[in-house]
């Protein structure tokens, strides 16, 4: 059964960093591409960052590129998002989710409970 | 960059048939994937490449995709369906995925 647990989130002062973690279980962590989403409140949800099986192929919304990295460690199953430079519209819970691809189309399958990241000051 | 336009709300009474649009330029060309997401609880996946089921999600919950609208639909709805669906495509030239404005569903 997959399993995906986020942790990591809190309260945050804006120009700080945060790093989000997600624990994967259940499955070949390793064989898939990880994503994550955040979504602010009462808000849609916003496609945040991929990061390939093995950690290469990264790509990210245009909103975080440049102050967002993912990352993966397929050895403890963890997958990372480093967070930097916050600001209030950062606000979010953030999930992670396990990607499912194949010819000319890709979509989540699963999704972790999430985590709350509120930058305040 | 690409939008995909839903309607904010649709109502419905049980046992009733909900139909919710996700429009967009050529989305028949692309494959869709639905979302229901309950108060509180992460986004779940209840359609992927336009009208496939995955396990577990009731045979009520069927999808179809051509010209300038993707459309979800829940025949025979309950109570249980009261949720916000999204709808999602994969941008192949930016890697990028977008998700649609939303659907509120709500059962009278």
């Known amino acids: 059964q997959v399993h995906l647990e986020e942790s990591g989130g809190g309260v945050v002062q804006p120009g700080r960093s945060l790093r989000l973690s997600c624990r994967a279980s259940?499955?070949?962590?390793?064989?898939?591409?990880m994503h994550w989403v955040r979504q602010a409140p009462g808000k849609v949800p916003e496609w945040v960052a991929v990061t390939g099986n093995d950690g290469s192929n990264t790509y990210y919304a245009d909103s975080v590129k440049g102050r967002f990295a993912i990352s993966r460690d397929n050895a403890n199953n963890i997958l990372y998002l480093q967070m930097n430079s916050l600001s209030a519209e950062d606000t979010a819970v953030y999930y992670c989710?396990?990607?499912?691809?194949?010819?000319?189309?890709?979509?989540?399958?699963?999704w972790g409970q999430g985590a709350l990241v509120t930058v305040s000051s | 960059s690409y939008v995909l336009t839903q309607s904010p709300s649709v109502s419905v009474a049980p046992g009733k048939t909900a139909m919710i649009t996700c429009g967009a330029y050529?989305?028949?060309?692309?494959?869709v994937h639905w979302y229901q997401q309950k108060p509180g609880q992460a986004p779940v996946l209840v359609m992927y490449?336009?009208?496939d089921r995955p396990l577990g999600i009731p045979e009520r919950f069927s999808g179809s995709n051509s010209g300038n609208t993707a459309t979800l639909t829940i025949s025979r709805v309950e109570a249980g369906d009261e949720a916000d669906y999204y709808c999602l495509v994969w941008d192949s030239t930016s890697h990028h995925y977008i998700f649609g404005t939303g659907t509120k569903v709500t059962v009278l």
């Open positions: 989710a396990r990607q499912i691809a194949a010819t000319g189309s890709s979509y989540f399958d699963n």
């Open positions: 490449y336009n009208s």
């Open positions: 050529n989305i028949g060309t692309k494959s």
């Open positions: 259940g499955f070949t962590f390793s064989r898939y591409g």
